[in-house]
């Protein structure tokens, strides 16, 4: 009797983790460029990640959500501030919406354990000031840029 219910209750678990990943059901439509930042959005965060075996990470995630898409549509939507850069679980993609979820953590950085180093920061010093003079003077740019 439990080995049923407890079947049950594993299918429908998977299921409910599947659908809230959005990996349940097929595209019903072609991908337009909307549709990435949408993605990323119902997922909260995409990681970015460097392997690149077939293609890299995100593009497989996404790829895995909205059938066949232009990688370039990832580059525009950061390119037109529709996602940010941010270290929030590891270095991820985020909605721009999210920003203000966390904006505290960067004000503290501190509080990211390992991934912050005081001691770092002071060896660059030099290197973090030119880079936000030129943050400053020419706006946004990718992690990628340097």
């Known amino acids: 009797m439990c080995h049923d219910r407890c079947a ?3 299918t429908s678990s998977r299921n409910l983790h599947l ?3 959005g990996l349940l059901q097929k595209p019903r439509r072609r991908a337009r460029p909307s549709d990435v930042a949408d993605a990323i959005s119902r997922m909260s965060l995409l ?3 460097t392997i690149n075996i077939v ?3 995100p593009y497989l995630v996404l790829f895995s959500r909205l059938g066949h898409f232009e990688p370039g549509w990832l580059d525009g939507a950061l390119a ?10 590891e270095a991820c993609f985020l909605p721009k919406k999210d920003f203000a979820l966390i904006r505290h ?5 501190e509080n990211m354990g390992w991934k912050y180093r005081p001691e770092w920061m002071n060896e660059h010093a030099e290197d973090i000031s030119q880079l936000l003079a030129y943050i400053k003077e020419n706006g946004p740019v990718r992690s990628g840029r340097f």
């Open 19 to 21: 659908a809230a990943q």
């Open 8 to 10: 049950t209750f594993i």
């Open 47 to 49: 990681q970015i990640d």
């Open 80 to 89: 037109n501030g529709e996602l940010i850069e941010y270290w929030a679980h």
């Open 105 to 109: 953590r960067m004000l503290s950085p």
């Open 55 to 57: 293609a890299r990470s």
